[in-house]
């Protein structure tokens, strides 16, 4: 009999990655006693609800990623991204953290395409707002003034990104379309230009401002 910790992790194993698993193992595994369905169909129903699980909270997690790609792009992506990065935390705030990583580490070759480097600039940015938004901000403390961009990068909840679209103006216009598509039109991908934006939080919001290269030095 296989003892019960190590009979975990293979169910886990196997929901994660099905593809890691022949039905040979499977059946060796999971006891048929005469169910209307195979073994490995029945493995099959919990990795597809795992996983549909998944796509879903890396939708919450990227809904302008989502927007810009449309879903069927993005779930091409998002399955590619959860093969390679499986979940290994109880917590799911940390399931995107590597998506923009996928993406430029499986960018096409073709360094003249402007559109996947919008796609990864997004990304980034989207991970960043959500990672920001989370921490633990300034609210105990008292924030450096707004108007002053070389204190605001030195606080240590401020993220900057360093970026080779506006998507700070693309982002924002965004969220308002998927908030309300009836009164604000979905904007149009912006043409590339050299970005540094301040990614930082106040009174529990999280704000974007670009600023001059040197500004945040």
Not at 18 to 23: A, F, I, L, Y
Not at 84 to 109: A, C, K, Q, S, V
Not at 153 to 164: F, K, M, Q, S, V
Request: a negative charge; aromatic letters at 10%.
């Amino acid at each position: 009999m296989i003892p019960f910790e190590s009979l975990q992790r293979w169910l886990l194993a196997a929901i994660q990655q099905p593809q890691s698993k022949d039905v040979r193992e499977i059946e060796s595994v999971v006891a048929n006693a005469n169910g209307r369905l195979p073994p490995a169909a029945r493995i099959g129903i919990y990795a597809a609800s795992f996983h549909g699980r998944l796509i879903q909270c890396l939708e919450s997690e990227y809904p302008v990623l989502r927007h810009a790609l449309e879903e069927d792009l993005f779930h091409q992506f998002a399955t590619g991204y959860l093969q390679t990065f499986p979940p290994t935390t109880y917590t799911l705030t940390r399931l995107g953290e590597n998506f923009p990583r996928h993406l430029r580490e499986t960018r096409p070759d073709n360094e003249a395409e402007l559109w996947p480097e919008f796609i990864i600039n997004l990304a980034t940015l989207e991970r960043t707002f959500f990672e920001v938004y989370h921490a633990e901000g300034h609210e105990k403390t008292t924030p450096k003034p707004a108007t002053d961009p070389v204190a605001i990068a030195a606080e240590p909840w401020t993220r900057t990104l360093h970026l080779a679209f506006p998507v700070h103006d693309y982002f924002p216009a965004a969220r308002l379309h998927l908030k309300e598509p009836e009164i604000h039109a979905a904007p149009d991908i912006p043409a590339p230009r050299s970005t540094t934006v301040l990614i930082y939080r106040r009174n529990f919001q999280v704000r974007l401002r670009e600023i001059a290269d040197n500004a945040g030095q």
